[in-house]
């Protein structure tokens, strides 16, 4: 299958774009011993234990979204690209307070998928409507930095215009470089 840690990642992030949450949180961490390592963060609708374990159960899916869809993708998938690849995740909610969901993943292990394009991602990521503020930090070989949408949207105006698309894409590259 070809998909990236970048792709999973912006799969949890939708779903807490789609929580109703005001603030959505994103840390992404390499370490120089190769471990790659993120947390969501969203104070969203969040989810009572029955919810959860439904959202984390690879057989079940709501039928809202994709009515032809039998088996969900989301956390589960997450579940299980992360144990097969030797890491590990954690996710916490609660009901009307929010949700967090934490992976990671050892690169010295053969199957853990490619980490693909982190620029990109922040991106899409940014694109997100629904959270009034969302917050990046990424941390990695360097010093690493953050982002945040407010302060870009301040700076480029709505990110969704094609000028501001062209400076926000160059603008998260140059992070990326110099990192
Ligand atoms: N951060 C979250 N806050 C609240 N509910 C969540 C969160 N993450 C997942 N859920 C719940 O778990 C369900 C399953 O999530 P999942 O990502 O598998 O599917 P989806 O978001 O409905 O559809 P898709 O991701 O395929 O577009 C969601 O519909 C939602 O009810
Ligand atoms: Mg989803």
Known sequence: MHFTLADLVTD???????????????????????EFRFTVRDNGKGMGPDELKRAMDPFV???????????????????????????????????GKGTTVSAWFDAG?????PVGDIPGMFRSILMFRGPGEIHITRRGR?????????????????LEDTGSLVLLDQYLRSLEEDE
């Open 61 to 95: 899916t709501d039928g809202i979204k994709h009515p032809r869809r039998r088996v969900g993708l989301g956390l589960p998938f997450l579940i299980q690209t992360a144990e097969q690849s030797g890491g590990g995740w954690d996710i916490k909610s609660e009901k």
């Open 12 to 34: 949890i992030t939708q779903n807490g774009a789609e929580s109703g949450a005001a603030l959505l949180e994103l840390e992404i961490s390499e370490t120089p011993g190769g």
């Open 142 to 158: 360097g010093g690493g930095y953050e982002i945040r949408k407010t302060e870009l949207t301040e700076a480029l105006g709505d």
């Open 109 to 113: 292990n053969v199957d853990m998928p």
